[in-house]
């Protein structure tokens, strides 16, 4: 320095210890205005590199950016007057020394550098510069000091010697204090960017650097958000980079590089292996050993590493976060630097007081300095653990639509939903405390090595317990987590089995089957319970070892240090750093093990994740779909087709042509392979065997229709343009138009889940009609007619799918049972056990007399003569048809039974137009449905409001009440409530007590009466600690009983009231809203509530007692306390206000991810078939999009939150620090220590108690949303005693209805209007009419899950309305329309009571000719069914249920369209079981097949809900009524 400064002293030792400081003038040349120089020239080559990376779009030339641009061209001006002053004197010969030429020159080129920096971050679209703003800053800061001393010179040397550098200077201080003001403010954003065009972009992209850094910029929403509850449009859009278009391909594309890489690899080693082993073999001996060993070593395949991939993808920005940890970690060290300082300060009497007020202002400048690089660090974290969580839920979508059926049969949907909500979130929770993998260690050696300096070796008998501790804590982290694979297990199987009961709820309350159910789920959730409390106690213990850790540590350490050595004294200086380097080294000592056991749950997820996007996928290619010239539409050649690689084929050696524009109907017995030669020819089946060719596009129609959760018109059009003449040609062919007038709100009517409200031949005939509307090549009919009325099934055999349809020319292949159809189709594939038995017309297999005639034989064959004249004798039909087929088959929803005056006025219109005489009858339907077109201008009903079936889910909004907190208060018990609340309290005192101890110690040293109470200290001090542990861990043991016991009462209160909930509510509510309360707001309660109870209280105390021990010591602490407790609660409640709201917004935008998820896996089979997976990949996105629209400014939220909180806890520091310098006479150095690191301490418990608050507020929301599901409105009683009716009751089996009536639900029309009759015991009746009619209403006012609204039932003498419902239904027998069964075991299917015994249930299989199939079964009775039955054929499943009947044998037997899904012969066979089994029983059948009740007792013909015939069937034949149509149209009058 003596060159550069020649005479100029550079560092001398007087100017601190006086009371008017200054540094001396060589110093003030160099250092301070290096500083900035160094810093920018150093940070702008990376800069300006990253800026050419990432370039926003040009910025124009502003105001603002020509101001910027000048002055810092004065500036250089500026510094280089200076310089040019310098070679002036050096000729006037005054020589100065080299500094005053080197430091103009260094920062007029900076000032240079500056200036290009502001024009080039203008063209690169930068609109406030970090770095800019932090060289400016520094600037300014060194520049102060000179200003001061310049200023002091001149004062005391009466005047200024060097003018010229004096007004210089001011002048570059000037300058760059206005250049620093300037860069807070903002340029306007790049040309052409989204701000530009995005109505609500989010200001965080145009916010400036120091808005960036404290969350400025979100200060708005916070606001709009306090003043009324936020909304869906009050938040801002995604930023580009975050949303799923940029993120999810990203990471599939370096999930493909792995996957390529792993194959590759996978195939050199296979490679080197065979050419070791070829070499090998030729030397005499050692070869085939040897090739067996590599043999061995091949099977060892590398997986693709899903892990790889995402690092790969989200890694980079990820490092970002972590550099500004590993800052923040730095300078975390400083502060107890300062504390040391601050309380020699005290202790020396005489030092200078501004020192007291250096050392506070820097504690809070570091302090400050901290706060917002932590805040970037985990906004880094925050925004990638989104990503992860948007690229994840992506792939698995994707995945999801690809894999094969065997892949799809070892992960259920609740599985894959899993994978999709809590696996990814386990990865974004696991993101935030990545970093702590390596900066907690950096900490614990930083800690060790200050502490070492302050203590010397004693620090290791600390160290001793720490390294105790670890394995302790290990050791529960590892225990907890095998505990928590245990409960994620129950948790599925519970969820699973929840979910099926709600899916079949239907059947159980027919079945009044509910009782056994709610054991299963009961028996899962005690084990489920059980687990948990494991899982609380070890917390318990662990909570205790880390309350207790930091105090245990100071202790051995003081013990051991005051007892080695006589001269070790302890002072408050050595206790109080020492204190605050071991609460430093708490935090990375109890994270560590939590980030571990959250990077072991991670890798759980991250293997199950991998596994499933490792599944195999549908082969594309196992279709041929090029358009190849053939004259076949399609070709199936040698085929064999199994439904998994190891299983044995489903079909065998399959040959089949289809020509150009031909119908092929496919028959065969229930089972044999009809519906799996759909899926082969849709490519679904794995192919083992010869090829497939398909030409052109395919349109596919189920046999059990998936309906989407959209409107009727979208269902339809399945994302194709609407053309309004095309789609009201659709719906006439498929005879939808009836229906759109009965439905609220026409085709724009929103279809529930799963086609809730429509009716099951409704939703067959929507599926036609999207496979219609499509307009492909190829049809593949999947027994489309099975589910409709047998005249609506003719109806659209003719319009659609015959020879005459809409489809003529097109080729169609369709499955069927219907005989009638056979004629006139070109060519029939009988297939029998999964092979062709054979095929060709109709004709030539009636005269090949092989299987199918026999198939026909057994059906009478007068019946198909009958059809082959009814198809003749179309055109006199013609009359009656319009009526026919559309008055009485308004197609009424079976749930929703509105029926408005327009569609009367439809029906008069038609049927004038029909009775016209000029209107000749041979007009030809064709011309018909265009006929029809005038005449009913379409009435778009866009004016209705249209009534949606299923509500939007409701969200609180506004604080959450106290009612709620008392309710969990409740559910936990009250006394044991305040018990806990006590126990925390008595922690807390003992804490303040061990410390007021130490302080008092401490002081020992000031009067040097350390040695005669030593033991006494310690001995005292460690009694306080201990008791403090012993009381943690008794709290922590008090809530875990707590919480077990409010969890089971909260969960014990929904399932009870859930299965006592009427059919209604689950006819309006989607299943997965009813399921999110089971899984997400169950596991609230039982985990994650009690946890943040935890957290809550404990932050509270340890707030409480900071402010206890500041007051104590500096009294006059308590008048900064008021204004800032005012801010706190200010930012606390506009923070709680907006993140509440958001917390909701985000858990109400997160189910349609899941539901829409879960509808996808279902209908797979449909999207792939119409290649829709892009645009439902799409939707998808869409989805997850919205849902983080909400979680960003969520994460925000808090970081916001946390920036303000911190402030208040560094200002906390500030005063405490400076009264204590001020009062520095009175107090004694103990008492300085112990305010100022409790106060150090005090921003973690402020920030984490608003967290804490606020999540509480979040979280007690869980059990608001569980009571609202636990208080429903619950059906009647399921057993009233008094009233209970004999053991043998039905003993007749008389039913009366007595002026019967009876509504869906409130406020909707009666579905039944006073309905009068009297069957009598035995009687076999026969109940008919039009779709909508009220059929199936009948049957369900039967079993009272509709309650009548007036009337009543009678069942021998008892009025079914004032017994008990399972009284009442388990006396009577349904066999439903869809056949519904649970997975479990065949025997629990049949019997889940275990009511009967084996040779009972051999004996109904027998009877409902089950008994062949499942004794071939290996397991028999124990036969597994899968989810819903699905490895069983439709017919065997309503065999199943044909089965169940014949256990239960009532009285009373119910057939509802029992015989829709299911071939002819079963057919019989159900009839001929019912017949002979069921002879004195009074049966009750909702027939389609008008054949199967001619020969019963009466016949019930229902029309709009009003008993419209009732008589035996000749009579009704012989009235010619209703009766007759329908049964001329069957073929049958």
């Known amino acids: 320095m003596e060159h550069l400064c020649g005479q100029l002293t550079f560092w001398p030792n007087l100017t601190l210890h006086s009371d008017r400081p200054d540094l001396p003038e060589c110093f003030q040349l160099s250092v301070l205005p290096w500083a900035p120089c160094i810093y920018l020239w150093a940070v702008s080559p990376l800069y300006i590199l990253y800026l050419k990376r990432n370039s926003r779009g040009y910025i124009m030339m502003s105001i603002l950016n020509r101001i910027k641009t000048v002055l810092g061209l004065i500036l250089w001006i500026v510094c280089w007057t200076d310089l040019f002053s310098s070679f002036h004197e050096m000729n006037q010969n005054q020589s100065k020394p080299p500094i005053y030429f080197v430091t103009p020159l260094i920062v007029g080129m900076t000032m240079l550098l500056a200036t290009f920096l502001i024009q080039f971050e203008r063209l690169k679209g930068v609109q406030s510069s970090g770095v800019l703003f932090i060289f400016w800053t520094i600037s300014v800061l060194c520049a102060i000091v000179p200003f001061r001393s310049k200023i002091m010179h001149a004062n005391q040397e009466n ?685 030539e297999l009636l005269k090949q007399n092989g299987a199918f005639a026999e198939f026909l034989r057994n059906y009478s064959l007068e019946d198909i003569i009958e059809d082959d004249e009814v198809t003749l004798s179309l055109v006199d039909e013609e009359e009656d048809f319009p009526d026919d087929a559309l008055s009485n088959h308004a197609d009424m929803v079976d749930n929703e039974p509105v029926v408005n005056e327009a569609r009367r006025q439809f029906m008069r219109q038609i049927s004038i137009m029909s009775n016209d005489p000029e209107n000749p009858k041979k007009m030809s339907r064709r011309r018909r449905c265009s006929e029809r077109k005038h005449s009913e201008p379409p009435a778009e009903k866009k004016e209705q409001k249209v009534n949606k079936l299923i509500q939007a889910e409701t969200t609180e909004t506004g604080r959450v009440k106290f009612k709620v907190y008392w309710e969990y208060m409740k559910a936990v018990g009250p006394l044991l409530s305040l018990f806990i609340c006590f126990l925390y309290g008595c922690q807390s005192a003992a804490a303040i007590g061990a410390n007021f101890w130490l302080s008092e110690w401490t002081n020992d040293a000031e009067n040097n009466r350390t040695q005669e109470n030593m033991e006494m200290r310690v001995g005292v001090y460690a009694a306080l600690g201990i008791s403090q542990g012993v009381l943690v861990m008794f709290s922590s043991f008090t809530l875990a009983l707590g919480k077990i016991q409010g969890s089971r009462k909260l969960h014990q209160a929904l399932l009870d009231n859930k299965f006592h909930t009427p059919q209604s509510f689950f006819d309006t509510t989607p299943i997965g809203r009813i399921i999110n309360r089971f899984s997400k707001d169950i596991y609230v309660i039982d985990e994650v509530l009690p946890s943040t109870v935890l957290m809550f209280l404990g932050t509270f105390f340890a707030s409480v007692s900071t402010m206890i021990v500041i007051i104590c010591s500096t009294p006059i602490f308590a008048l900064v306390i008021g204004p800032l407790a005012l801010i706190y609660f200010f930012v606390q409640r506009f923070y709680v206000a907006t993140s509440r709201q958001l917390k909701r917004l985000e858990s109400v935008s997160r189910s349609p991810i899941y539901s829409h998820f879960s509808e996808t896996i279902t209908g797979t089979s449909v999207i792939r078939a119409y290649g829709r997976n892009a645009a439902f990949v799409l939707l998808s996105d869409m989805k997850v999009d919205e849902n983080q629209k909400s979680y960003y400014p969520g994460i925000v939220s808090n970081r916001w939150l946390g920036v303000r909180i911190e402030f208040i806890g560094n200002c906390i520091v500030l005063f405490a620090a400076l009264f204590a310098a001020v009062g520095r006479d009175k107090l004694s150095p103990g008492l300085v220590g112990l305010s100022v690191s409790y106060a150090l301490q005090v921003t973690m418990s402020l920030n984490w108690m608003v967290r804490m608050t606020s999540d509480l507020e979040s979280n007690i929301v869980a059990v608001e949303r569980v009571k609202e599901y636990s208080e429903t409105q619950t059906e009647a009683p399921w057993v009233v005693q008094d009233k209970r009716p004999p053991p043998d009751w039905p003993p007749e089996g008389n039913v009366e209805f007595v002026d019967y009536s009876v509504r869906y639900r409130e406020g909707l029309d009666l579905v039944l209007r006073n309905i009068s009759l009297k069957v009598k015991g035995g009687e076999k009746i026969g109940i008919v009419g039009r779709t909508g009619a009220g059929k199936s209403s009948m049957t369900l006012c039967l079993f009272r899950l509709l309650e009548a609204a007036d009337g009543e039932i009678v069942i021998d003498e008892v009025k079914i309305s004032e017994i008990g419902l399972h009284d009442l239904r388990s006396k009577l027998t349904i066999i439903p329309q869809e056949p519904v069964l649970f997975s479990g075991s065949l025997r629990m299917n049949l019997d889940p009571f275990d009511k009967y015994t084996d040779e009972e249930l051999w004996k109904a299989l027998e009877q409902s000719h089950l008994k062949k199939f499942v004794s071939n079964q290996s397991a028999k009775l124990d036969l597994e069914c899968s989810e819903g039955g699905e490895n069983l054929s439709v017919g065997q499943r309503q065999l199943v249920c044909l089965a169940r009947a014949l256990l239960r044998k009532t009285r009373i037997l119910v057939l509802d369209e029992a015989t829709a899904a299911v071939d002819l012969e079963t057919d019989d066979l159900i009839q001929s079981t019912i017949r002979t089994q069921f002879e004195d029983c009074t049966v009750f059948t909702i027939a389609h097949r008008l054949n199967t009740i001619m020969d019963y007792t009466r016949v019930l013909v229902l029309d709009k809900g009003q008993i419209a015939e009732f008589d035996t069937p000749g009579n009704l034949i012989a009235q010619k009524g209703i009766f007759f149509g329908m049964a001329k149209d069957a073929g049958l009058a």
């Open 159 to 843: 005047g200024v010697d060097d003018k010229l550098r004096f007004t210089t200077f001011y002048i570059y201080f000037g300058l760059t204090l206005l250049e620093l003001i300037l860069s807070c403010f903002n340029e306007k954003p790049p040309l052409f960017s989204s701000v530009a065009t995005d109505p609500n972009v989010c200001p965080e992209t145009t916010a400036g650097f120091l808005s960036k850094m404290t969350f400025w910029w979100f200060t708005s929403m916070a606001i709009k958000g306090y003043k009324s509850p936020l909304e869906n449009k009050d938040l801002w859009s995604l930023n580009k980079q975050d949303s799923s278009e940029l993120v999810v391909p990203n990471l599939l594309n370096e999930w493909e590089v792995e996957k390529s890489k792993a194959q590759s690899e996978q195939s050199v080693k296979e490679q080197a292996t065979f050419t070791k082993t070829g070499a090998e073999t030729n030397h005499v001996g050692g070869g085939p050993e040897e090739a067996e060993v590599l043999l061995s070593e091949r099977k060892e395949s590398r997986k693709p590493s899903f892990l790889w991939a995402l690092l790969r993808a989200f890694g980079p920005y990820f490092l970002i976060g972590s550099a500004f940890k590993l800052l923040q970690d730095l300078i975390t060290f400083v502060n107890p630097q300062l504390l040391r300082m601050l309380i020699d300060f005290t202790k020396d009497k005489h030092a200078p007081l501004w020192w007291g007020y250096a050392l506070a202002f820097l504690m809070f400048g570091t302090s400050l300095l901290q706060t917002l690089i932590l805040h970037q660090h985990f906004q880094y974290c925050f925004v990638t653990g989104m990503r992860l969580r948007s690229g994840i839920i992506g792939a698995i979508y994707r995945k999801s639509l690809v894999i094969t059926n065997e892949a799809k049969r070892s992960s259920t949907v609740g599985e894959v939903v899993n994978l999709m909500s809590v696996d990814a979130q386990r990865f974004m929770d696991l993101t935030t405390f990545l970093n702590m993998l390596w900066s907690a260690p950096l900490q614990i050696i930083l800690a060790l090595f200050f502490l070492w300096q302050n203590l010397g070796p004693s620090v290791l008998a600390g160290v001793a317990v720490m390294v105790l501790l670890i394995p302790f804590n290990a050791f529960i982290a590892m225990k907890t987590r095998t505990y928590q694979v245990e409960q994620m297990k129950y948790k599925d199987d519970r969820i699973k089995l929840m979910n099926e009961i709600l899916n079949g709820i239907k059947v159980l309350k027919l079945y009044a089957w509910e009782v056994s159910f709610k054991e299963k789920i009961l028996q899962i959730r005690q084990k489920e319970l059980n687990v948990l409390r494991k899982t609380a106690y070890l917390s318990a213990l662990s909570t205790m070892a880390w309350t207790s850790a930091p105090f245990l540590v100071a202790l051995t350490t003081f013990a051991v240090f005051v007892s080695v050595k006589k001269e070790n004294i302890l002072d408050a200086e050595r206790a109080f750093v020492s204190l605050s380097l071991f609460n430093i080294l708490r935090f990375p000592l109890n994270m560590l093990p939590q980030v571990i056991s959250s990077i072991v749950q991670a890798s759980v997820s991250l293997k199950r994740i991998q596994d499933f996007l490792s599944h195999p996928e549908l082969d594309p290619e196992s279709v041929d779909r090029r358009n190849n010239t053939s004259e076949y539409a399609v070709t199936v050649v040698n085929g064999k087709f199994a439904w998994a690689k190891q299983d044995q084929p489903t079909l065998d050696n399959i040959n089949v042509m289809v020509p150009q524009g031909s119908l092929l109907a496919v028959v065969g017995h229930v089972g044999c392979g009809k519906t799996s030669l759909v899926s082969a020819l849709l490519g679904e089946m794995e192919k083992l065997d010869g090829q497939i060719s398909i030409r052109g596009s395919v349109a596919y129609v189920p046999q059990q229709a998936w309906i989407q959760n959209c409107t009727l018109r979208d269902n339809i059009l399945f994302g194709r343009p609407y053309v309004e003449h095309k789609y009201r040609c659709v719906l006439e062919a498929c005879a939808l138009t009836p229906d759109l007038e009965v439905l609220p709100g026409g085709d724009q009517t929103e279809i529930g889940e799963k086609g809730i409200n429509l009716s099951g031949g409704q939703r067959q005939r929507v599926s036609l009609a999207r496979a219609l509307y499509s307009e492909s090549d190829v049809y593949l009919l999947d027994d489309p007619l099975s589910a409709v009325d047998a005249h609506v099934a003719k109806h659209i055999f003719d319009k659609v799918i015959g020879p005459e349809g809409v489809l003529k020319g097109k080729t169609r292949i369709l499955v069927t049972h219907g005989i009638s159809f056979l004629p006139q189709v070109d060519n029939i594939l009988v297939l029998v056990d999964g092979r062709v038995s054979e095929m060709g017309s109709y004709q």
